[in-house]
Structure formats: structure tokens, C-alpha cells
């Protein structure tokens, strides 16, 4: 038996639309035999994991406040991975952001104005895009590989945080708790609908971040030159794009927002610096870039399945006693799965079973 | 005497790498980039850990680790190579799952203690004043990465399958063209990546630190692959390189014992540093960078018939 590929003509329309839906019911398959190996019934587990955390309205308001930054990251991902960088440091780069935007309310602790808040988003995504400017400056100045750069960064930045909340930013009446001062309520994002659950306005700015660069992959020139520098570098230098423009561009605009992200988080959920801020929002965010198929507005839909994944493995684990790490294993089938189902899009996969047309093949050529 | 021990650590540290990124290179080598290093590695430790526990045999836990490290990487194989899957992005699955898998299988794990693997003193040498201590009287895995050294350079530059094995990753198409299996070389290659990848997680659960940590692989999967960027995808300088970082990463550990004033985070962010500034190093002279690279990697090959 093997496996044979035939190239499409032109990308196939219809497993584009199919194929992520192929890889989520892939998964959800998969994880109901993982559950049944696990011992539990697996149809009440899936129904506890993805069905449960969407009946009541407080739930939503979760599902939103961890959707928000997984889509806002992504869909800065997305421009980095159509145009060829391989940004997979979002995770520091949403570290770095929420130290930046903390700035003011920890340091300035007794500074009340409308302003903060701002002042704050803004610090934030400038700490992240300059967080992700490292690996640009090394990619373009030292031809350093992204990858290995922006991942290493990742640890930095962590410890970094490590270190301000032990340390220098510890707050002096916490009891020598690692955590910083609370912000003070000038500082917090408020909630969008505060009647009815804790959704901040971070996911507004993920579904606006969404939108914003749709319109700019589809109507602009900049979206114009980062599917043609991603697809051939060569073609857009003979249109006279810059490939080094344009990873100056991805990085820096993906780390802005995940360093929006972070502060975002930072300022609307938790309300202080702490050493651990994120459940691994920057590299669930690779799996909602690439199950969005790199399309903003999929990603939203795929932020919000990845989100699911992180609220069903927060309430399996009370209600029917699996250990939250099933999330992990979830996230990581559902990439696999749709890397697989994607080839359906560029390819016709036929499984050839017999030898005699092996054979055919081989005389008649 | 503390010098001698602080080498014998220097030691320790540096096996995991040397064996993980010795893996790599040949994968690489082949033309496939495999960024699923640290989730193979992974699952390596904690299927190691998980056999010398039942088994009670440490030996027995070493196997496990090696062949849940060769079947891990056959996923990646199978999505890239049979399916032509993007690469980076299948690395980057393996890693997520890989660090997923292990969490949940090891969760019964955790503060159990371990099985460490012995030391073998190689009669004779081991004798010797501070050498014979320091390189014969070291656990099996220890000679194993010396021994791959060796024979993997040997492999690559003095046999005829080694020959093939870099003419596929130089050009795959010409390769093809002349009748050499390309994508069943490229899967041994991905299962020796595996293998060996599965192997230097084993000597992370059973001797490095002997019990099972979640992530204990803390980025070192990341590691060997600047190591082979590094190492210029030769195995003597990889060797070279695996000591230096090893020496960094203890280096660190005891200025943080010794307490010379730096907090401990900057400290241990020395080895992540460390390898961001030896990739400027390497990389920014562009042409023997270009020259150095296997021209076909992570580029996606579909025979055409």
C-alpha cells in the first residue's frame, strides 16, 4: 500500500473550507478514543470538554477573554508566516508587552487619569514590536535564523518578568508575594458587558485587529507584497518589493500585537504582574494562525475552538477528573490534523493498494 | 577535587545536546528540517523514565527512550514526507504535542523517584589521575556520543550510503533523477533524528536529573538545533559546540551557587543568550553560511511520475 500525490491544477476551493473541519471532527475522534483509553466514558468527556463550556452565559464571557489574545496574536502570525517569517517567539514578545504596559501603573502607582489606559495599550505594543525587532534586526543585519532567535527570546523574556515581580516591581505591601502592585482602577480594561460576565475589551481588539488586516491582505498594496515576497522572494524583488522591508514589517506588526495582547491580558484579567501571565497564548496562537488557514477571519473562528479547548480542559478536569494537560495533547492533534488535511487542498491523495499496476507503471515507462 | 567535579557536570550537560543535535544534523543532512527536536526529546525522557520505573532496569528505560523518540519522529516523517506538510509548521506540532504527551503520561510520575542509570568504569583507563574519572568511568550513554560522533562522521564523509545520504539533501531532485530513494532515506534519517533525540531525553530522566520534571527539556531541543546551525553540520564541531554550551549552562549554575551578586534569572538566561549570540556569530558571514547549508532543506520534494 502507499500513498501517491497528484498536484491539483489550482488549489481546490472546497477541501479549503473543508479541510479544517475534516481536522477538528479528526480530533474530536481522536480524543474520544484518547478519553476512552483514559478510562472515562468518552462521549459524556467530549460533551463535558466542548459542549458544556458553551451553555451558560458567564462561560461565553471566559471563552472571549481567552479567545481574545490567541486571535489578536494570530492574526499578527498570519502576516508573518504568508510573507515567509517565521515569528514563533509571540509568546515573549506578549511578555514583554505586558511588562512595558505595566509600566506606568506599577512605577507611577498613584497616577489617576483617563489616560493611563491608553498610554498603557500603546506602551504595550510598542515593548512587543520592539521585542520582535530583535530577531528582525538579526535576521536582516546578521542573516540570523528567526526561528532559533525569537524562540530564545522567549525564555528571556520570562525570566525577565521572573526577576521584576521578585524583585524590582515586587509590591512592597504584598507580603512577599512574587507579584506586583494591583493596578489601580484607571489602569484596568473595562469589561465590555459587565452585567453579565468578565469579557474585556481585549477581544474587541482582537476582532478589530481581525478585521483591520483582512482589509489590508485584500485591498492593499502591503497585503499584495507579502503573498508575493512569501511565495517567492525572487518575484517580489523583480517587482521591486523589499524582502527586508518586509521582515522589518511582520515582525515588528506581530509583535505589536501580541505585546497588545499581553497588556491587554495583563491589564484586563489579572490586574497585576505575576511570574507566569499566560497559559501558552503565544504558541496556541501558531496552531489558531494555521487552523484559521492563515486567514484573519478564520482565525477568529479558530480562536475561538482553541479557546474551548482551554475552558473543556479547565472543566473536565472538575467534572470528570482529567488532568488539564489533555488541553495540550488537543492542541497539538488538532495542529497535526490540519497540516494533514491541508495537503487535500494542493494535492489528490490516492492510496494505491495493489502491485500488479506498480508493475504496469514501471514497463510502460 | 572541585574542578574535577564541575567538568564531570560540564560533562553531563553537554551529552544531551551533543546526542540530540547529532540527530539532527543528519536529519538535516538529508535535506528535512525537523523543529520537533524538544517534543521528541520529551517523550524520550518521559518514556524512559516510565520503563526504568516498571522495569526497574534503567537499561530497559534507555531502549524505551530511544524508541519512542524513533516512533515520534515517524509522525513528522509521515506528514512531511508522505503527505509534503509544511516542515516548520510539523516541527512545531511535534513540539506542542510532544510537551502535551509527556505532561499527561508523566503526571503520575511526579516526585517519584528514580532509577539512575550507572556509571561503567572501563578497567584500566578508568584509573588514570583526572582523565581516567572524567571520560572512563561515565554511564553508557556517555560513549554512545562519542561513539556517534565518530561514527556518524564517518558515515557521513567516508561511506557510500553517507555520500547518497548528502546528495539527497543537497538536491533532491537530481537524486531522484538518478534513481536514489529519496523519501525512504529521508525517513531513516528522521528516525535517526528521533532516535537520537529519544535517546538524549533518556539521559535527561535517568541521568542527568534522575525523576521526572514536566518540561524538562527547558528549551534544550532548541538548543541543538542552533547547535547545528553552529556546528556548520559537522559532527566534530558539533561535539565542540554541544562543550561549549554545556560549559555555559554549569558555568551559570555555579555562579548562582557561589552568589556573585547577578540575580539568578540573569544567570540562568545565559545559555538562551549564549545561543543567540553564537548564531550571530556564525551566521553573519552569509556566503559560508550559504555554502554550509544542505541546499535542499526544508524544501518539500514530490517524486513525479
Given at each position: 500500500m502507499r500513498i501517491e500525490l497528484e498536484r491539483r491544477p489550482r488549489q481546490s476551493a472546497l477541501f479549503a473550507i473543508v479541510s479544517p473541519l475534516l481536522a477538528l471532527a479528526l480530533t474530536v475522534v481522536f480524543g474520544g478514543i484518547m478519553f476512552a483509553l483514559l478510562g472515562k466514558d468518552p462521549v459524556s468527556a467530549l460533551y463535558s470538554f466542548f459542549i458544556e463550556p458553551l451553555l451558560e452565559v458567564w462561560s461565553l464571557h471566559e471563552l472571549a477573554i481567552k479567545a481574545g489574545p490567541l486571535i489578536l496574536i494570530a492574526v499578527g502570525l498570519s502576516v508573518c508566516y504568508r510573507s515567509n517569517n517565521w515569528n514563533i517567539g509571540a509568546e515573549g514578545q506578549f511578555t514583554v508587552g505586558?511588562?512595558?504596559?505595566?509600566?506606568?501603573?506599577?512605577?507611577?502607582?498613584?497616577?489617576?487619569?483617563?489616560?493611563?489606559?491608553?498610554?498603557?495599550?500603546?506602551?504595550?505594543?510598542?515593548?512587543?514590536?520592539?521585542?520582535?525587532?530583535?530577531?528582525?534586526?538579526?535576521?536582516?543585519?546578521?542573516?540570523?535564523?528567526?526561528?532559533?532567535?525569537?524562540?530564545?527570546?522567549?525564555?528571556?523574556?520570562?525570566?525577565?518578568?521572573?526577576?521584576?515581580?521578585?524583585?524590582?516591581w515586587r509590591d512592597p505591601g504584598g507580603y512577599n508575594f512574587p507579584q506586583s502592585r494591583s493596578f489601580v482602577s484607571e489602569a484596568v480594561l473595562p469589561e465590555i458587558l459587565s452585567s453579565s460576565g468578565r469579557a474585556h475589551w481585549g477581544f474587541a481588539f482582537a476582532l478589530i485587529?481581525?478585521?483591520?488586516?483582512?482589509?489590508?491582505?485584500?485591498?492593499?498594496?502591503?497585503?499584495?507584497?507579502?503573498?508575493?515576497?512569501?511565495?517567492?522572494?525572487?518575484?517580489?524583488?523583480?517587482?521591486?518589493?523589499?524582502?527586508?522591508?518586509?521582515?522589518?514589517?511582520?515582525?515588528?506588526?506581530?509583535?505589536?500585537?501580541?505585546?497588545?495582547?499581553?497588556?491587554?491580558?495583563?491589564?484586563?484579567?489579572?490586574?497585576?504582574?505575576?511570574?507566569?501571565?499566560?497559559?501558552?497564548?503565544?504558541?496556541?496562537?501558531?496552531?489558531?494562525?494555521?487552523?484559521?488557514?492563515?486567514?484573519?477571519?478564520?482565525?477568529?473562528?479558530?480562536?475561538?475552538v482553541l479557546a474551548l479547548t482551554y475552558l473543556g480542559g479547565e472543566g473536565a478536569q472538575l467534572s470528570i477528573g482529567v488532568s488539564d494537560k489533555v488541553t495540550r495533547v488537543f492542541q497539538g492533534l488538532l495542529l497535526f490534523f490540519v497540516l494533514s488535511c491541508d495537503t487535500l487542498i494542493l494535492y489528490k491523495v490516492r492510496i494505491v493498494f495493489d502491485r500488479g499496476r506498480k508493475l504496469a507503471g514501471r514497463s510502460a515507462s | 577535587m572541585i574542578i574535577e567535579a564541575i567538568l564531570l557536570t560540564v560533562i553531563t550537560a553537554s551529552t544531551p545536546?551533543?546526542?540530540?543535535?547529532?540527530?539532527?544534523?543528519?536529519?538535516?543532512?538529508?535535506?528535512?528540517?525537523?523543529?520537533?527536536?524538544?517534543?521528541?526529546?520529551?517523550?524520550?525522557?518521559?518514556?524512559?523514565?516510565?520503563?526504568?520505573?516498571?522495569?526497574?532496569?534503567?537499561?530497559?528505560?534507555?531502549?524505551?527512550?530511544?524508541?519512542?523518540?524513533?516512533?515520534?519522529?515517524?509522525?513528522?516523517?509521515?506528514?512531511?514526507?508522505?503527505?509534503?506538510?509544511?516542515?516548520?509548521?510539523?516541527?512545531?506540532?511535534?513540539t506542542i504535542l510532544g510537551l502535551g504527551v509527556s505532561g499527561m503520561v508523566g503526571e503520575s510520575l511526579v516526585g517519584v523517584p528514580g532509577v539512575k542509570l550507572a556509571p561503567i568504569a572501563i578497567p584500566v583507563l578508568a584509573d588514570i589521575p583526572i582523565v581516567g574519572p572524567l571520560f572512563f568511568k561515565q554511564d553508557i550513554i556517555f560513549y554512545l556520543s562519542i561513539a556517534l560522533v565518530v561514527g556518524v562522521n564517518w558515515f557521513l564523509f567516508k561511506s557510500r550510503a553517507g555520500l547518497k545520504l548528502r546528495a539527497i539533501g543537497d538536491s533532491h531532485g537530481s537524486a531522484h533523477t538518478l534513481g536514489l530513494p529519496v523519501i525512504r532515506t529521508?525517513?531513516?534519517?528522521?528516525?535517526?533524528?528521533?532516535?537520537?533525540?529519544?535517546?538524549?531525553?533518556?539521559?535527561?530522566?535517568?541521568?542527568?536529573?534522575?525523576?521526572?520534571?514536566?518540561?524538562?527539556?527547558?528549551?534544550?531541543?532548541?538548543?541543538?538545533?542552533?547547535?547545528?546551525?553552529?556546528?556548520?553540520?559537522?559532527?566534530?564541531?558539533?561535539?565542540?559546540?554541544?562543550?561549549?554550551?554545556?560549559?555555559?549552562?554549569?558555568?551559570?549554575?555555579?555562579?548562582?551557587?557561589?552568589?556573585?551578586?547577578?540575580?539568578?534569572?540573569?544567570?540562568?538566561?545565559?545559555?538562551?543568550?549564549?545561543?543567540?549570540?553564537?548564531?550571530?556569530?556564525?551566521?553573519?558571514?552569509?556566503?559560508?553560511?550559504?555554502i554550509n547549508t544542505p541546499a535542499s532543506l526544508g524544501k518539500p520534494f514530490v517524486p513525479d511520475r
Open positions: 505586558a511588562i512595558t504596559g505595566s509600566l506606568l501603573p506599577i512605577v507611577f502607582y498613584e497616577w489617576h487619569s483617563p489616560l493611563l489606559l491608553p498610554l498603557m495599550m500603546v506602551m504595550g505594543a510598542l515593548g512587543g514590536a520592539a521585542y520582535a525587532g530583535i530577531p528582525a534586526l538579526l535576521k536582516t543585519r546578521f542573516n540570523t535564523n528567526e526561528i532559533l532567535t525569537s524562540l530564545m527570546l522567549v525564555y528571556i523574556a520570562q525570566l525577565f518578568l521572573d526577576w521584576l515581580v521578585r524583585g524590582a485587529a481581525a478585521v483591520a488586516v483582512w482589509l489590508m491582505m485584500r485591498y492593499t498594496l502591503k497585503g499584495f507584497q507579502i503573498v508575493v515576497l512569501g511565495q517567492s522572494e525572487r518575484a517580489g524583488r523583480f517587482a521591486g518589493f523589499s524582502s527586508r522591508g518586509m521582515v522589518w514589517f511582520s515582525m515588528l506588526f506581530s509583535g505589536a500585537l501580541a505585546g497588545l495582547a499581553g497588556i491587554s491580558e495583563v491589564s484586563g484579567s489579572i490586574g497585576h504582574l505575576q511570574p507566569s501571565i499566560s497559559p501558552g497564548y503565544g504558541f496556541t496562537a501558531i496552531i489558531v494562525a494555521f487552523l484559521g488557514r492563515l486567514n484573519p477571519l478564520g482565525i477568529v473562528a479558530a480562536g475561538l | 545536546l551533543v546526542i540530540a543535535a547529532l540527530g539532527e544534523l543528519v536529519t538535516e543532512r538529508s535535506g528535512v528540517l525537523n523543529l520537533g527536536v524538544e517534543g521528541m526529546m520529551i517523550i524520550g525522557a518521559v518514556c524512559a523514565f516510565a520503563a526504568a520505573q516498571a522495569s526497574g532496569s534503567p537499561f530497559i528505560g534507555v531502549l524505551a527512550g530511544v524508541a519512542a523518540g524513533a516512533a515520534f519522529s515517524l509522525l513528522f516523517g509521515f506528514l512531511t514526507l508522505t503527505l509534503v506538510a509544511n516542515q516548520v509548521a510539523t516541527g512545531l506540532a511535534l529521508r525517513y531513516l534519517a528522521v528516525m535517526f533524528g528521533g532516535a537520537c533525540a529519544g535517546l538524549a531525553g533518556a539521559q535527561l530522566s535517568l541521568v542527568y536529573t534522575p525523576q521526572w520534571v514536566e518540561n524538562m527539556s527547558a528549551g534544550r531541543g532548541w538548543i541543538a538545533l542552533a547547535l547545528v546551525v553552529f556546528a556548520a553540520w559537522r559532527p566534530w564541531r558539533l561535539l565542540a559546540g554541544g562543550y561549549l554550551f554545556g560549559a555555559v549552562t554549569i558555568g551559570q549554575l555555579h555562579a548562582q551557587a557561589f552568589g556573585i551578586g547577578l540575580p539568578s534569572q540573569f544567570l540562568s538566561a545565559l545559555p538562551y543568550a549564549a545561543t543567540i549570540v553564537v548564531l550571530i556569530i556564525i551566521s553573519h558571514n552569509r556566503r559560508t553560511t550559504l
